[in-house]
């Protein structure tokens, strides 16, 4: 459960709940009751939290699921961030990989890129990952180290580890990608 997660990621880093919700931007109370469940926090607070401990969203929202060998994540039960230096709405679609009992070894999303804007306000580089992007729906640009790739519904774009890459969405409608994060092999 998230809350019990945060609680042991507090704890290990021995800080107070009032250590927490001061670096958090809430009060004790309510990190309190995030942590017995009582509550389910915004992904705002969600992010100052993961800030507060020195985590990602991700990583913080990873460990609320576990399984020994299948994982089912339905629809309605994906882990979606609107995260707040990107332009985009992100579904995490497989487990977490970057949890070291969970490593998959790729990591997958669903993307929505609202018309006329960057998915993000700086350029993106995976150093230690490939990645992927392949247009569900709509009209992307993908700026690839000052190439301009246009991609259409159904094309996708591989970009190799350490490359420096920005997408913006050039069409009149919302564009639906899935990008793929995966472990370089060299």
Same mark, same amino acid.
Not at 56 to 61: T, V
């Given at each position: 459960m998230l809350g019990e997660q945060i609680k042991?990621?507090?704890?290990?880093?021995?800080?107070?709940?009032?250590?927490?919700?001061?670096r958090s931007y809430v009060t004790p109370g309510y990190i309190s009751q995030i942590e017995r469940e009582y509550i389910r926090p915004s992904n705002t607070v969600l992010q100052?939290?993961?800030?507060?401990?020195?985590?990602?969203?991700?990583?913080? +929202? %990873? &460990?609320?699921?576990?399984s020994e060998k299948v994982e089912l994540i339905y629809?309605?039960?994906?882990?979606?961030?609107?995260?707040?230096?990107?332009?985009v709405m992100v579904e995490i679609l497989?487990?977490?990989?970057?949890?070291?009992?969970?490593?998959?070894?790729v990591e997958m999303i669903r993307c929505t890129l609202p018309a006329g804007t960057w998915g993000s306000s700086e350029e993106l580089q995976h150093e230690k990952?490939?990645?992927?992007?392949?247009? +569900? %729906? &709509?009209?992307?640009?993908?700026?690839?180290?000052g190439t301009v790739y246009t991609l259409k519904e159904g094309d996708n774009l591989?970009?190799?580890?350490?490359?420096c890459y920005r997408v913006y969405n050039c069409g009149e409608e919302?564009?639906?990608?899935?990008?793929?994060?995966?472990?370089?092999?060299?």
């Open positions: 042991a990621l507090r704890t290990e880093r021995n800080m107070t709940a009032k250590d927490l919700a001061a100052h939290i993961a800030t507060a401990l020195d985590i990602s969203l991700e990583e913080l +929202l %990873a &460990g609320e699921k576990t629809k309605n039960e994906r882990t979606k961030i609107q995260h707040p230096t990107y332009n497989t487990p977490y990989r970057r949890k070291p009992d969970r490593d998959t070894g990952e490939n990645a992927f992007c392949y247009v +569900l %729906a &709509g009209n992307v640009e993908c700026h690839v180290e591989f970009v190799s580890a350490g490359t919302p564009a639906e990608l899935l990008g793929v994060l995966s472990k370089d092999r060299g």
